[in-house]
């Protein structure tokens, strides 16, 4: 028996993530995507001069009509979210790792919806996330004079 295709997954670039900010993970909602988005397909949300902020699951597309994501030429799905990166994962760690050769940031994330190609790109986008959150901010030491000493004359 042939093993099952692996799913596409999804980059999808949003200026603003209205309700999205207040999600945290395993919650559900509803987010705009690429009309040929199937449930069961997960994404990334690419915000641009922050860098990666979400990973979520696409759990079934709402019928279309008259709805907000419609304006954008996009569908209208139920979704999971998976994941809150914090701090973001910038554009400058996409560049300098192995996703490097994926379109959108060989387009320099000019778009709004785009396939990633390798099986292995949303891996190394996790492993980025967690190599952020891993690191630790050192805030320069202060240096601090010590009062100079009274000395008494008796």
Avoid at 108 to 135: C, D, H, M, R, W
Wanted: with cysteine; hydrophobic share 40%; net charge positive.
């Amino acid at each position: 028996m042939k093993p099952p295709e692996p799913q596409p997954t999804w980059v999808f670039i949003a200026h603003t993530v209205l309700h999205l900010a207040d999600l945290k993970a395993g919650e559900e909602s509803w987010w705009c995507v690429d009309r040929s988005c199937k449930p069961g397909e997960k994404a990334f949300i690419y915000r641009p001069l922050k860098g990666i902020i979400l990973y979520l699951e696409i759990l079934e597309l709402l019928k279309p009509g008259d709805t907000f994501c419609n304006s954008y030429q996009m569908g209208t799905a139920q979704i999971k979210l998976l994941n809150v990166f914090d701090p973001p994962i910038s554009s400058k760690e996409l560049k300098a790792s192995a996703a490097r050769n994926e379109g959108f940031i060989r387009r320099n994330f000019q778009g709004k919806a785009f396939v990633l190609n390798s099986e292995k790109t949303p891996a190394v986008i996790l492993a980025l996330a967690k190599q952020s959150t891993n690191k630790t901010i050192k805030a320069p030491a202060l240096k601090v004079d010590k009062p100079a000493r009274r000395v008494s004359k008796v």
